[in-house]
């Protein structure tokens, strides 16, 4: 359910609650981000090798043991590549969550632009190209690093 609603209307949903600003764009995304990361960890656990595991648990090992050595080296890299992603996305979002009241730098893209200080919106908008082309850099960097 939590990942069936779109983070939009949940943004504007916690407005009600907290009222205008960066409180309810921070709830909204991270209401979203629990449904959407516990699905994709969840496929992931789940799509693990069982050999591994039943190998270690033949010699003996604890269940502890087990998640340790077969379990956890299985579901990392996917779990860090999932992170990064969702990491990614929230920070395309953010700029269009402030427009419906989530607060942030999309507030302020939307104020400037209404107060037609058009100089002001363009700095935001190259600072938000800016740090989503950082964003992509970076995961890639971390993306490459896992394979």
């Known amino acids: 359910i939590i990942r069936s609603i779109d983070v939009l209307i949940v943004v504007i ?4 609650f907290f009222g205008l600003g960066s409180a309810a764009g921070v709830f909204g995304l991270a209401f979203h981000n629990i449904g959407v990361l516990g699905k994709l960890y ?15 648990t033949a010699t003996g090992a604890s269940r ?5 050595t077969a379990v956890l080296p299985q579901i990392i890299n996917p779990f860090i590549s999932f992170s990064i992603y969702r990491l990614d996305a929230n920070v395309r ?15 302020m893209l939307f104020q400037s ?23 992509d850099f970076f995961s890639a960097q971390v993306r490459k690093g896992l394979t």
């Open 13 to 16: 949903i916690m407005t009600i």
């Open 93 to 107: 979002l953010a700029p269009i969550l402030g427009f419906v009241g989530g607060g942030g730098i999309g507030q």
């Open 42 to 56: 969840s496929e992931a656990v789940e799509g693990i090798d069982p050999g591994p595991g039943e190998a270690i």
């Open 64 to 68: 502890l043991q087990v998640v340790w």
């Open 113 to 135: 632009t209404q107060l037609l200080q058009y100089e002001k919106a363009g700095l935001v908008v190259f600072m938000i190209v800016v740090t989503v082309a950082a964003m």
